[in-house]
T-cell receptor, first 116, second 111 residues
Framework: GQQLNQSPQSMFIQEGEDVSMNCTSS?????WLWYKQDPGEGPVLLIA?????ELTSNGRLTAQFGITRKDSFLNISASIPSDVGIYFC????????????????FGTGTRLTIIP | DGGITQSPKYLFRKEGQNVTLSCEQN?????MYWYRQDPGQGLRLIYY???????QKGDIAEGYSVSREKKESFPLTVTSAQKNPTAFYLC??????????FGDGTRLSIL
């Protein structure tokens, strides 16, 4: 199965810095999702994007649905210690039937570490 | 509280043994999913079910089996045919066009 190209693979930053990460795909997606995973736990949904060009914020997090439908970006402003974890993007392809839940394709994750 | 419950948190399998991972949700979601996560990789879909008594293979279904006899439950069996079962297994559910929500996972190891 296809996996999205997510970058960077890891980031080491100082508290208070801004963070940017992105996902790219060779296929068009109808929906982009961003999740955060803490060690030993399941991913938690951060932001969902449904329209090309859409820019959505959730507190210090901002995500954008790329205009080509083949990429998405996540920014975190003024990072704090609890931002540490692995961030995953996920995409859903263009809907064919008007019901049901299409399969998600996940990126390989960006591991965020905050240096004291 | 509504949510997705996976059990056990940790599971050990002996050679040649089948083991079953539990996933229960009280969110009244129609669709349920099983993913496998290996270190440094994204989530890979094993099986999914959009409705009771129906399920489809995902990208890596070989060596796994599922059932969906009740809306709330979607157990995953890791069979002896799965030669590399050590991984973190995640269950998710969703309804309509809403995003998937995940349980806290089961870590399976080989004895």
């Amino acid at each position: 199965g296809q996996q999205l190209n997510q970058s960077p693979q890891s980031m080491f930053i100082q508290e208070g810095e801004d963070v940017s990460m992105n996902c790219t795909s060779s296929s068009i997606f109808n929906t982009w999702l961003w999740y955060k995973q803490d060690p030993g736990e399941g991913p938690v949904l951060l932001i969902a994007l449904y329209k090309a060009g859409e820019l959505t914020s959730n507190g210090r997090l901002t995500a954008q649905f790329g205009i080509t439908r083949k990429d998405s970006f996540l920014n975190i402003s003024a990072s704090i210690p609890s931002d540490v974890g692995i961030y995953f993007c996920a995409g859903q392809p263009r809907r064919i039937a008007n019901f049901g839940n299409e399969k998600l394709t996940f990126g390989t994750g960006t591991r965020l570490t905050i240096i004291p | 509280d509504g949510g997705i419950t996976q059990s056990p948190k940790y599971l050990f399998r002996k050679e040649g043994q089948n083991v079953t991972l539990s996933c229960e949700q009280n969110l009244n979601h129609d669709a349920m999913y099983w993913y496998r996560q290996d270190p440094g990789q994204g989530l890979r879909l094993i099986y999914y079910s959009q409705i009771v008594n129906d399920f489809q293979k995902g990208d890596i279904a070989e060596g796994y089996s599922v059932s969906r006899e009740k809306k709330e439950s979607f157990p995953l069996t890791v069979t002896s045919a799965q030669k590399n079962p050590t991984a973190f297994y995640l269950c998710a559910s969703s309804v309509g066009r809403q995003p998937q929500h995940f349980g806290d996972g089961t870590r399976l190891s080989i004895l």
